[in-house]
């Protein structure tokens, strides 16, 4: 059993601390505010929690569950507390620059992202077996060492997860288009629509929208801080996909401003017959 660190205590931090406090390890808990600190401890997501920064002094692996602009900068603030062997690992969506940047100041560092979420967030939602069936993906380096990689991977087989091991630049940009770019589009969506100039028709749309557009409109309507956050970190990679998906956007245009109705059947018989290759059934309600 392993004496574990969450930093950060919000929905997956809290769902991790759940789950690994059920498996029997010793979870440790660090949170900004007093009052997380002490929900942290009532639903026993941890048995030990504070807002001090060395409470990670006895933990042998540390999960940094911050934002993705403050995991490099808390882990610098970790780093005078941890012992030598001490395994340090994320949960961030981008791997590229914070694996770079971690692996320089801390060797024993393996990038980590649990594809698991829920519509809400903070640690008030946070619960048991989130993680379960759900991709979990591992970002090692040739300097990451194998011992970390094989500690962390057995954590994350317990908690029942599917595990996947990827290059940071590949994870950045295959999440680019299954993550990211729908966020992107998503919100796009909502955007066009608040454009229709007439008052009586947009609220009959609104009024009329169901199920297909809540499921298309729900990424789109999350963290504005997430969002702005995905495309800062990921920048290029989802730029990428942005081009190439205006590129579609224009060819569909173009269909059917030629009334070319077999060449758009076509399309979308394609696109009918690519769908279930990105979509586990238990899993549709996305990330």
Not at 137 to 146: G, Q, S, Y
Not at 213 to 228: A, H, I, M, Y
Not at 231 to 245: D, F, G, H, P, V
Not at 248 to 255: D, M, R, V
Request: aromatic residues 4%; glycine residues 8%.
């Amino acid at each position: 059993m392993h004496t574990i660190a969450i930093v950060g205590l919000g929905l997956i931090g809290g769902s991790l601390g759940l789950d690994l406090s059920r498996l029997g390890h010793t979870v440790l808990g660090i949170a900004r505010r007093p009052e997380t600190v002490d929900l942290a401890l009532g639903m026993g997501a941890v048995q030990e929690a504070s807002t001090d920064l060395r409470l990670v002094k006895t933990a042998d692996l540390v999960f940094i569950c911050t934002p993705l602009d403050r995991v490099v900068p808390l882990a610098q603030e970790l780093i005078p507390h941890l012992q030598e062997p001490t395994i340090l690992t994320d949960v961030g969506s981008v791997k590229g620059s914070i694996v770079r940047d971690l692996e320089a100041i801390w060797p024993n560092f393996v990038g980590g992202h649990p594809m698991a979420g829920k519509a809400e967030a903070g640690l008030a939602v946070a619960e048991a077996h989130l993680f379960r069936g759900r991709p979990y993906v591992l970002t090692p380096t040739e300097r990451t060492p194998k011992p970390a990689q094989s500690i962390l991977a057995n954590l994350i087989q317990q908690l029942e997860a599917r595990l996947y091991w990827c290059s940071p630049s590949d994870h950045d940009q295959a999440v680019a288009w299954i993550s990211h770019l729908p966020v992107m589009v998503s919100s796009s969506l909502i955007q066009a629509c608040q454009q229709e100039p007439q008052p009586a028709i947009l609220a009959l749309a609104q009024t009329l929208a169901s199920s297909g557009f809540r499921d298309t409109s729900r990424v789109g309507g999350g963290s504005p801080e997430l969002g702005t956050l995905m495309a800062r970190y990921n920048r290029e990679a989802l730029l990428r996909a942005l081009t190439i998906y205006q590129a579609e956007l224009a060819s569909l245009s173009h269909l059917i401003e030629r009334e070319d109705w077999p060449a758009l059947h076509q399309l979308l018989t394609g696109t009918q017959a690519a769908r279930p290759a990105y979509v586990v059934p238990e899993l549709e309600w996305g990330e």
